[in-house]
């Protein structure tokens, strides 16, 4: 199986549009220094802040809340040891509550 031989770009040197600093982009569409895939630079800030703007939105946190709730069923039905933990958790809590009414009631 041959290789194929692909043309070097020569892109001119670029100044990033977040910080400024003169970088060699590797696609004639890189506005950023750095790299995504690599995880540093302006453009892996850049994709870290857009993350923190979509989580913060309504869409985002409905479709979160929907997905953990058919998720938990999940565990439930399977008795992985989330589900077991779950249930021992709110068996003592549940035993907490009814004793402090006992209390109450008996003043």
């Given at each position: 199986?041959?290789?194929k031989?692909?043309?070097?770009?020569?892109?001119?040197?670029?100044?990033?549009?977040?910080?400024?600093?003169?970088?060699?982009?590797?696609?004639s569409h890189?506005?950023?220094?750095?790299?995504?895939?690599?995880?540093?630079?302006?453009s892996?800030?850049n994709?870290?802040?857009?993350?923190?703007?979509?989580?913060?939105?309504?869409?985002?946190?409905?479709?979160?809340?929907?997905?953990?709730?058919k998720?938990?069923?999940?565990?439930r039905?399977?008795?992985?040891?989330y589900?077991?933990r779950?249930?021992e958790l709110?068996?003592?809590?549940?035993?907490?509550?009814?004793?402090?009414l006992k209390?109450?009631?008996?003043?």
């Open positions: 199986m041959s290789e031989n692909h043309k070097l770009r020569n892109l001119k040197n670029k100044v990033c549009q977040k910080c400024g600093q003169i970088f060699k982009p590797l696609s890189q506005i950023y220094c750095g790299s995504k895939t690599k995880r540093m630079g302006c892996w800030q994709v870290l802040e857009n993350h923190r703007k979509l989580i913060n939105t309504e869409f985002w946190q409905k479709y979160y809340r929907e997905y953990d709730k998720w938990r069923k999940e565990q039905l399977q008795n992985t040891p589900a077991v779950q249930r709110q068996r003592a809590y549940y035993i907490k509550n009814c004793e402090q209390s109450n009631n008996k003043e």
